[in-house]
Nanobody, 122 residues
Framework: QLQLVESGGGLVQPGGSLRLSCAAS????????IGWFRQAPGKEREGVSC????????NYSDSVKGRFTISRDNAKNTVYLQMNSLKPEDTAVYYC???????????????WGQGTLVTVSS
């Protein structure tokens, strides 16, 4: 059974850090681009970061650049999103997505996980 399972969300104070995990089963993440998206309450889903297949390159939205880092552990078939200097506006459900390429097709045609909630609040 193909699955992407996100974990690591929770409640954190502003300025704190969290590391989200995206673990795959039934397929090998190494051969896919993996993106992180988020959806805040009442807002549209937006792209946060994407790591190209085999981890050759990564990109970030302007809102998280310099604070978030995407990485891979191929031995664990897992992709991570390290989130530092968190702000209340980072509060959202975070989803990981697998697709052959980073880009617009990922949102429409990618394989999505179920999401994990991140709440940044004092």
């Amino acid at each position: 059974q193909l699955q992407l399972v996100e974990s690591g969300g929770g409640l954190v104070q502003p300025g704190g850090s969290l590391r989200l995990s995206c673990a795959a089963s039934g397929f090998t993440l190494e051969y896919y681009a993996i993106g992180w998206f988020r959806q805040a309450p009442g807002k549209e889903r937006e792209g946060v970061s994407c790591s190209s297949g085999s981890g050759g390159s990564a990109n970030y939205s302007d809102s998280v650049k310099g604070r978030f880092t995407i990485s891979r552990d191929n031995a664990k078939n897992t992709v991570y999103l390290q989130m530092n200097s968190l702000k209340p506006e980072d509060t959202a459900v975070y989803y990981c997505v697998a697709d052959p390429l980073c880009g617009t097709t990922m949102f429409k045609f990618g394989f999505w996980g179920q999401g994990t909630l991140v709440t940044v609040s004092s």
